[in-house]
């Protein structure tokens, strides 16, 4: 291994033993431009042969069924992308009556306080509320008695992200970086993980308070795209942001798509309400626009307008 590779290895805290080959492999491997090679694939309409061989393939290597998407049959999507971007058929995710929704199906992996400006990432590992929105301390300190929640989405899962809340859109903000695995084993030993990935962090306004969406990009993952922008260019480079006016951000109701990955990742919510009550205990597998929490006796700190 070049002294370079063992040098990054050393920064992203793994030890003399190597806690995972695997995981170790992604330091050293071309990460955007083997996500730029799967996304040409994953666009591929023809030969449609192809196309569907790769679709079939995968539905039987991640046990997915199309029972509940509105199209039923590897024939019936243009491409893979259509494919894993699939919508459901109507019904199929009914809102819960909580008054915050899970905005993903998958995996929640983490929940809980922000304490110290910090959120949990896994077992002896967290990273700070201004690494994951990569702006200034001021900005993050809206949130610094807030909660958070982390949602792992498996290749399996339904890659269309919901909002939690009733919210008016302020900013976003599209964070170049990373594209390390965001999987169990990768989350225990790469260290700021979530802080280090390419991402998309939009900011909202809720009868809550402020909100923040942060998807996070990852290994393979050919992009994220929006309701309001539309597919979001990745890759290296600066930090691209976006304002709305005071009141004319996009108002989005609890329950509405707002997003989507182009293969896998992590949806992660920071808020400012705090003391939320959790619905779901960590490590539960769990829907989109089912319920999430419920907040504290006369909790609201503000407003959509």
Known sequence: MRIVEAGRLIGLGYNSCMDSVMTALQAILP????????????????????????????????GIALTEASCRQ????????AFFTRSLREGARPAGDAAWLHPADGVLSQRGNIDAMALVQAKGRTYSVVDL???SKEEAS????????????SPRDYHRVHMPVRGRLVSTRYVPGD???????????VQGLMARNERLVCFFETDHGGLVVVLVGA?????????WGGREIPGTGAVREQFWPEGDGP????????????LGSTVVLVTEASHLDWINEVGDAV???ASLAQLPAASSTGGTG
């Open 142 to 153: 809206r949130y610094a008695q807030g909660c958070f929640a982390t949602t792992y989405l």
């Open 133 to 135: 929105l990569a702006g």
């Open 287 to 289: 829907t989109v626009r």
């Open 219 to 227: 290994m393979i993952v050919a992009g994220i795209a929006t309701v």
């Open 74 to 81: 590897a024939e019936d999507f243009p491409n893979f992308n």
């Open 179 to 189: 594209l390390f695995s965001v999987n169990h084993a990768t989350t225990e030993r």
């Open 31 to 62: 990460q955007h431009a083997l996500s730029r090679l799967v996304g040409w694939l994953a666009r591929l309409e023809n030969p449609v042969w192809l196309k569907n061989q790769l679709i079939r393939w995968f539905m039987a290597r991640y």
């Open 251 to 262: 108002v989005l109701e609890a329950g509405q798509e707002m997003g989507r990955f182009f």
